[in-house]
T-cell receptor
Framework: EDKVVQSPLSLVVHEGDTVTLNCSYE??????LLWYKQEKKAPTFLFML????IEKKSGRLSSILDKKELSSILNITATQTGDSAIYLC????????????FGTGTSLTVIP | EPEVTQTPSHQVTQMGQEVILRCVPI?????FYWYRQILGQKVEFLVS????????KSEIFDDQFSVERPDGSNFTLKIRSTKLEDSAMYFC??????????FGQGTRLTVV
């Protein structure tokens, strides 16, 4: 059965801390790994990672994929209260149908 | 910026009633999805739709559910006879070829 696992399930940090969120996947026909941020409603897209070892960055957020270890990490540096959200990772597979298998998410709370 | 729009944002319905959730995907996208998220749980795949037909569906997507693309722009999810356990946030998503999925803001369905 295809599976995406995220850790930790929840995390509470202080503003300014750096956090690392983990995602591991076991899917057939893997194509890419996606990270989403979910605040009150819909997941909003952060990164799509296709190639192993190439870091993607957007401001204080960065992510990298390790295809050998079947995993990805999402780093957030100098966290702010606005970073508080659930971070979802999803594995995209190379078939026409269900393209995205989601993990349960990591709930990040940043306290002032 | 193009976006996926969903209506209504919140729907309350009585058990046994039919509901239709509406989505307008991003124009020129070819792949359409419905996901749901029960409060506190993971995002679950319901169905994918491509080339005017269902390409894959999950176990959740039983005979009570149906999808349609009635006019080439809207993409609807119908639940024929709602049950209490259908209460969830329903997300529509669309994507182009080899792109990430864009999610709508969701419809919160409450079955009473």
């Amino acid at each position: 059965e295809d599976k995406v696992v995220q850790s930790p399930l929840s995390l509470v940090v202080h503003e300014g801390d750096t956090v690392t969120l983990n995602c591991s996947y076991e899917v057939t026909n893997f194509r890419s790994l996606l990270w989403y941020k979910q605040e009150k409603k819909a997941p909003t897209f952060l990164f799509m990672l296709t190639s192993s070892g190439i870091e993607k960055k957007s401001g204080r957020l960065s992510s990298i994929l390790d295809k050998k270890e079947l995993s990805s990490i999402l780093n957030i540096t100098a966290t702010q209260t606005g970073d508080s959200a659930i971070y979802l990772c999803a594995a995209s597979v190379q078939i026409t149908g269900n393209q995205f298998y989601f993990g349960t998410g990591t709930s990040l709370t940043v306290i002032p | 910026e193009p976006e996926v729009t969903q209506t209504p944002s919140h729907q309350v319905t009585q058990m046994g009633q039919e509901v239709i959730l509406r989505c307008v995907p991003i124009s020129n996208h070819l792949y359409f999805y419905w996901y749901r998220q029960i409060l506190g749980q993971k995002v679950e795949f319901l169905v994918s739709f491509y080339n005017n037909e269902i390409s894959e569906k999950s176990e959740i997507f039983d005979d009570q559910f149906s999808v349609e693309r009635p006019d080439g722009s809207n993409f609807t999810l119908k639940i024929r006879s709602t049950k209490l356990e259908d209460s969830a946030m329903y997300f529509c998503a669309s994507r182009g070829s080899y792109t990430e999925a864009f999610f709508g803001q969701g419809t919160r369905l409450t079955v009473v």
